[in-house]
């Protein structure tokens, strides 16, 4: 298969394209159109910034099945200050109201993380979506048996992260582990790869800022991540296959109360250079 095809039609012989391709697979031939690099061609990583910087819609990279989305009303927003509102009003939300969660929506944000960077464009990121309070309480549950054998065997996690108190909460009905979330996503990353932890840390920011923007609650659980690195029976209930890391896990819901304010934070340490 041919690298790309052209509309020569529609290109502008701007070599935008050309200029565009961070490994220079692309370029300009005597008369002004786009052709594959003999030598760099094979180096494309289908990062579709080619595609993507065509003011005319003439470049298609073959190995998509679609078109370049036009980003209409999307480019020129949001303002700085929307931005700032998005950033400064997220909060960890650790109480949310019982309804579930429309599964067509959380797909809608799962998908947005695909637009996060990814080292090498490699996107090594797959999700487990448990959907539903019970399927939450479910994996919940896989963690607080993992909480219950390490203080029971008295470990230096349990005693650093008071596993045995939350053992107890469990125990009498309360869960400070997923706090009754309608849903958790779970992001999971094969062990090797280019840059595979990295990519799976920001997807779930992006999960997390895109459930914001959508008036949805979220909240990282730490607890989940920690279990699911050792314990076969969370694993399990995450349906991890071998050779997989969990690096991100986010309770989602519908927020049952908003903070009207940020909170203070220190001013970023920065050291110019
Ligand atoms: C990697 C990571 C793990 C976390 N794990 C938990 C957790 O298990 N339970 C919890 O209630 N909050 C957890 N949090 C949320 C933090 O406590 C929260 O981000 C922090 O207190 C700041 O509050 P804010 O997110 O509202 O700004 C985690 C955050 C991160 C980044």
């Known amino acids: 298969m041919a690298l790309f095809t ?7 012989r701007d070599g935008l394209c050309a200029a565009e391709c961070p490994l220079g697979c692309v370029e300009i031939s005597g008369d002004g159109l786009p052709v594959a690099h003999a030598k760099k061609a094979d180096y494309c990583i ?15 990279l073959d190995r998509f099945d679609r078109p370049a989305a ?7 927003a949001p303002s700085a200050g929307q931005v700032e509102r998005l950033l400064m009003g997220r909060r960890s939300v650790r109480a949310f109201r019982p309804e579930p969660l429309d599964r067509g929506l959380l797909a809608r944000l799962l998908d947005l993380t695909q637009y996060a960077p990814s080292g ?6 797959r999700w487990a979506v448990a959907l539903g309070a019970d399927r939450v309480r479910g994996v919940a549950g896989a963690v607080a048996g ?5 203080a029971e065997a008295g470990s230096e996690v349990a005693s650093r992260l008071h596993l045995g108190g939350l053992v107890r909460k469990w125990d009498e009905g309360e869960d400070l582990i997923c706090r009754d979330a309608p849903a958790l996503a779970v992001a999971l990353a094969p062990e090797r790869g280019v840059t ?8 779930t920011a ?16 730490g607890y989940v991540l920690m279990a699911a690195g050792s314990d076969p029976a969370v694993r399990a209930a995450l349906g ?3 050779g997989l890391v969990a690096h991100g896990a986010l309770l989602l819901g519908r927020p049952a109360r908003r903070c009207p304010s940020a909170p203070p934070r220190p001013r970023a340490e920065v050291r110019w250079l």
Request: aromatic residues 6%; glycine residues 10%.
């Open 120 to 125: 090498h464009n490699a996107r090594p990121v």
């Open 146 to 150: 993992w909480m219950r054998r390490e």
């Open 70 to 76: 036009p980003l209409r009303g999307i480019a020129e």
């Open 46 to 60: 289908s990062c579709g910034h080619c595609m993507a910087v065509c003011p005319t819609g003439a470049f298609r």
């Open 206 to 221: 992006w999960l997390e800022l895109a459930a914001h923007g959508a008036g949805l609650g979220a909240c990282w659980c």
């Open 240 to 242: 991890m296959g071998e």
């Open 6 to 12: 052209i509309d020569t039609e529609r290109c502008a």
């Open 196 to 203: 595979p932890s990295e990519d799976a840390v920001i997807a």
